[in-house]
């Protein structure tokens, strides 16, 4: 490690313990930063969707039964969450990050009945057997959490 000369120190400590435009503007910098941070909004929410699901069931040697399928509604997590990066002369790397990602925050299990069901052959089911009872979960909640857990 270099140590400073005591002219480099007193220069230094000037500078640190002076008011010029530099240095202020420097210290304006950060403030804007953690200004920037408290003003901006998280638009993370819940939002509805379509999508389309098959499924199959198939017997104990794996033969294809039938094959379900239909247009659901489900909900999604979508929208972008406050992030932060600023320099930090105390953190080993250099600066501070508080990355968000928008993601569920509670789930529930959603019953859907799936109306359009064909046998192997291809023809379509039309009796007791034309629908299928799938679970699957989607968010009810969503909300900003640390990115990566």
Same mark, same amino acid.
């Given at each position: ?9 007193f220069?230094l ?25 408290? =003003? *901006?909004?998280? %638009? ?14 198939? $017997?104990?040697? #794996? ?5 379900c ?37 509670? =789930? *529930?299990?959603? %019953? ?14 039309? $009796?007791?057997? #034309? ?19």
């Open positions: 490690m270099r140590k400073l000369s005591s002219i480099s120190c220069v400590c000037l500078i640190l313990t002076s008011n010029t435009p530099l240095f202020q503007a420097h210290v304006q910098d950060l403030s804007d930063l953690t200004y920037m941070r408290t =003003m *901006e909004q998280s %638009t993370c929410t819940t939002h509805h969707s379509q999508i389309h699901i098959s499924e199959e069931e198939q $017997d104990e040697a #794996g033969n294809m039964l039938r094959v399928g239909g247009t659901v509604a489900v909900a999604k997590c979508e929208g972008t969450c406050v992030s932060l990066l600023q320099p930090s002369a105390r953190n080993p790397s250099g600066f501070v990050k508080d990355c968000r990602c928008c993601r569920e925050a509670i =789930m *529930e299990l959603k %019953t859907i009945e799936l109306k359009e069901c064909f046998r192997s052959d291809g023809n379509r089911i039309y $009796d007791s057997e #034309g629908t299928m009872t799938i679970h699957l979960e989607e968010p009810a909640e969503c909300a900003c959490h640390e990115c990566g857990h």
